[in-house]
């Protein structure tokens, strides 16, 4: 019901900073639940940060704690994902990915089954 289109993947160096965007379709953005996934060559996909339909909650895996930053304008139907002091181990195929919720309380954002998913974008951290 939703699409997403992921851009602002590319080459960066170790030590920069990227900000990759998600847009979404629809009028119903605001009730979605949203998360970047990542996917590195031979590893399985993970959930790299998530934020609930207000934005007032979020999610980060450990790897990325400190560094990444999730957020979303409800009002531009976009979600952020701003990545900063990058390491080669960012390097990776990073998806937008969404949730439908009914209600305004936020569930464990990282158990959510995620269920709509864009396109990807791929990011690669140079040395």
């Known amino acids: 019901q939703v699409q997403l289109v992921e851009s602002g993947g590319g080459l960066v160096q170790a030590g920069g900073s990227l900000r990759l965007s998600c847009a979404a379709s629809?009028?119903?953005?605001?009730?979605?639940?949203m998360a970047w996934f990542r996917q590195a060559p031979e590893k399985e996909r993970e959930l790299v940060v998530a934020?609930?339909?207000?934005?007032?909650?979020?999610y980060y895996a450990d790897s990325v704690k400190g560094r990444f930053t999730i957020s979303r304008d409800n009002a531009k139907n976009t979600v952020y994902l701003q990545m900063n002091s990058v390491v080669p181990e960012d390097t990776a195929v990073y998806y937008c990915?969404?949730?439908?919720?009914?209600?305004?309380?936020?569930?464990?954002?990282?158990?959510?089954?995620?269920?709509?998913w864009g396109q990807g974008t791929q990011v690669t951290v140079s040395s």
């Open positions: 990915a969404a949730k439908l919720l009914s209600t305004r309380w936020t569930p464990n954002l990282a158990a959510i089954r995620y269920d709509y």
């Open positions: 629809g009028r119903t953005f605001s009730s979605y639940a």
């Open positions: 934020i609930n339909r207000s934005g007032s909650s979020t």
